[in-house]
């Protein structure tokens, strides 16, 4: 019998392709690691292959993008200049803006970005694109996009995964991030000039865990005099934990969010959610640091500095 999903993803699996890189990417730009995109420019022909899961998750965020231009244009709203590409020869930056309004005789530089709904929900302002990595990015894309078109106005527009909601970030542009992001340019090209590697910034796991290049970096790598231990029982363990770590902070940040939506709020309904909540007193002893510090005492315990799960790494 035909296997249709099969066929489908051969057929995505064919469309997984590495290219050079010969520019900085004003997509990779906002990435917090110099290491990270001297790689990207270096070493572009080591970077693994992504996988037909992530392919589709591409595919189905330029699908998003077109309906999103669609739902543009039948709105009435003029759109330009699809999938434009720039190019800053003096600091090689290169980009590809996904389009621009037009307002009259003006033209403002969009990008259209779908995400999972948990983020949706996170961002309301241009502050929140600086709470995690990914946004950051989005940041920076489209503030190389408004330098290059010579503009100071734009737009981020998101749109929920889960629900098609839409949400637009107007953005003004900030000069002060366009001077670090072409500095940071700069440090690149001369590292590439000179075929040399900027110092590995300190671990980080949002930055480190799922970079493409830990097996080149100092940082990802194992201490050679690190101790081998062969525990099936703890090794599934820390894979459990390394599973359930990346939910933490997603629940950290929803809990606070939730909490401080419902404080003074003895009884509430929502949904199927029934919340109970009451104020609590305590005692807190604010001790003077003159005194505190008389009562001062080192000790010594041990602290897990790093986990990090090996991935392609020789060792």
Known sequence: MLNIVEKILKEKEKKITIYPVKSNQASQLGHPCLRYLVHNRLDWDKKPKHSVKTQLLFDEGNNQEQLVIR??????????????????????????????IRDNSHL???????????????????????????????????TLYLLMANTEQGFLIFKNKSTGELK????????????????????????????????????????CTFCPFQSLCPATQPQSEAQILQDEDFENDLSRWYELKKFVKEYDELDKKIKSKL?????????????????IESTK??????IKK??????????????????????
């Open 71 to 100: 739902d543009m244009i039948d709105a009435g709203i003029k759109v330009e200049g699809l999938q434009q590409y720039f190019t800053w020869e003096k600091y090689q930056i290169t980009g590809k803006v996904d389009g621009f």
């Open 108 to 142: 403002y530089p969009f990008e259209i970005k779908s995400i999972h709904p948990y983020h949706f929900d996170l961002i309301n302002s241009k502050d929140d694109l600086k709470k995690k990595i990914f946004l950051q990015k989005y940041l920076a894309q489209i």
């Open 168 to 207: 637009q970030i107007d953005i003004t542009l900030d000069y002060e991030l366009g001077e670090e992001l072409i500095q940071k340019a700069e440090k690149v090209n001369n590292f590439v000039a000179e075929n040399k590697y900027p110092d590995p910034i300190e671990y980080n796991e949002e930055t």
């Open 263 to 279: 404080e003074g709020i003895p009884y509430i309904q929502v949904g199927p959610f029934f919340i109970e909540g009451k104020f």
């Open 285 to 290: 002893y604010n001790i003077p640091p003159d």
């Open 294 to 315: 008389q009562y001062a005492e080192k000790y010594q315990y041990w602290k897990i500095t790093k986990i990090i799960k090996i991935q392609d790494i020789k060792l």
